[in-house]
């Protein structure tokens, strides 16, 4: 990642006639591994400006990819630029998220009624339906998604995905199992 931030930074720099760090932090890496991981982590990325108050409702948000997928929802479409939402095929699976994207956008704009003080709102049965899909109870979803930065240091999916992981890694202990537990039922 140093190879790929120095140019650019250095670009930014010149650009902007200033010096120093164009990123913030340092660049972090999470492996996301299940369907439930990547869509929290979407969805916390999405809700970051409605969290901040930056933006009252994720579509918005000028910073973050919902606006894009809204904006070609409303016309039947998904945005070209993006990873298209393929619904819940499985048999000769295009190459996308396995998730509709009605029911994403759905996700995410009830959960920033959520998160949001000034907004206190409730997921709906429609969007509890969507999280029992992923097998994540409603409580899980909202910690999980307001306090994805902090929960979540390393892997993140299922213990049993975790389990899987370390295996494929050779690794003997499953580090950041307790913070997984958050991605499933009991």
Same mark, same amino acid.
């Given at each position: 990642?140093?190879?790929?931030?120095?140019?650019?930074?250095?670009?930014?720099?010149?650009?902007?006639?200033?010096?120093?760090?164009?990123?913030?932090?340092?660049?972090? /890496?999470?492996?996301?591994?299940?369907?439930?991981?990547?869509?929290?982590?979407?969805?916390?990325?999405?809700?970051?400006?409605?969290?901040?108050?930056?933006?009252?409702?994720?579509?918005? /948000?000028?910073?973050?990819?919902?606006?894009?997928?809204?904006?070609?929802?409303?016309?039947?479409?998904?945005?070209?630029?993006?990873?298209?939402?393929?619904?819940?095929?499985?048999?000769?699976?295009?190459?996308?998220?396995?998730?509709?994207?009605?029911?994403?956008?759905?996700?995410?704009?009830?959960?920033?009624?959520?998160?949001?003080?000034?907004?206190?709102?409730?997921?709906? /049965?429609?969007?509890?339906?969507?999280?029992?899909?992923?097998?994540?109870?409603?409580?899980?979803?909202?910690?999980?998604?307001?306090?994805? /930065?902090?929960?979540?240091?390393?892997?993140?999916?299922?213990?049993?995905?975790?389990?899987?992981?370390?295996?494929?890694?050779?690794?003997?202990?499953?580090?950041?199992?307790?913070?997984?537990?958050?991605?499933?039922?009991?």
């Amino acid at each position: 990642m140093r190879c790929l931030n120095e140019p650019i930074a250095r670009q930014a720099n010149l650009e902007d006639n200033c010096t120093g760090h164009f990123w913030e932090g340092r660049f972090k /890496s999470q492996a996301l591994l299940d369907e439930a991981a990547v869509l929290a982590c979407m969805a916390y990325v999405e809700l970051n400006p409605v969290r901040a108050q930056i933006a009252c409702t994720p579509e918005k /948000s000028g910073f973050t990819s919902i606006k894009l997928r809204v904006k070609a929802a409303l016309s039947g479409e998904q945005p070209k630029q993006l990873l298209p939402f393929i619904g819940n095929e499985r048999v000769h699976q295009p190459k996308g998220i396995a998730f509709s994207l009605k029911d994403y956008l759905i996700l995410v704009d009830e959960t920033g009624r959520v998160i949001r003080d000034d907004k206190r709102g409730a997921i709906s /049965s429609s969007a509890e339906a969507i999280l029992n899909r992923l097998n994540i109870p409603a409580a899980n979803w909202i910690k999980i998604v307001a306090e994805f /930065s902090q929960l979540f240091r390393g892997p993140v999916g299922t213990l049993q995905e975790l389990s899987r992981y370390c295996e494929h890694l050779n690794r003997r202990r499953r580090h950041f199992s307790i913070s997984c537990e958050h991605m499933q039922s009991y």
